[in-house]
Nanobody, 127 residues
Framework: QVQLVESGGGLVQAGGSLRLSCAAS????????MGWFRQALGQEREFVAA????????YYSDSLKGRFTISRDNAKNTVYLQMNSLKPEDTAVYYC????????????????????WGQGTQVTVSS
């Protein structure tokens, strides 16, 4: 069992930055690949980024690559999403999720491959 709690969301002006954190409970955090997804009002939940259990492999949505960076600290049971050059269209609820085992981009970009989800944190980017 893994419980996930996101934090770090808020209101920011366009061009600004935010760093989201996702704290995980459980001693097996290091065995999970982690992902970030987001869901804007009235939209489907979409893949943002993912990171392998070791942190050695990272994957990004093509549209966000270069602005967002995912990282993890297994000693702190925490995964991060650094978001730079934010745009109004980045406004959404951001969710972190955990996927048991390993997987590449094809696996980790699919939200149905994640067994555990946080409650989400709201990010609002004003123009």
């Amino acid at each position: 069992q893994v419980q996930l709690v996101e934090s770090g969301g808020g209101l920011v002006q366009a061009g600004g930055s935010l760093r989201l954190s996702c704290a995980a409970s459980g001693r097996t955090f290091a065995s999970y690949a982690m992902g970030w997804f987001r869901q804007a009002l009235g939209q489907e939940r979409e893949f943002v980024a993912a990171i392998s259990w070791s942190g050695g492999n990272t994957y990004y949505s093509d549209s966000l690559k270069g602005r967002f960076t995912i990282s993890r600290d297994n000693a702190k049971n925490t995964v991060y999403l650094q978001m730079n050059s934010l745009k109004p269209e980045d406004t959404a609820v951001y969710y972190c999720a955990a996927a048991a085992g390993s997987g590449g981009m094809v696996v980790l970009r699919n939200r149905y491959n994640y067994g555990y989800w946080g409650q989400g944190t709201q990010v609002t980017v004003s123009s």
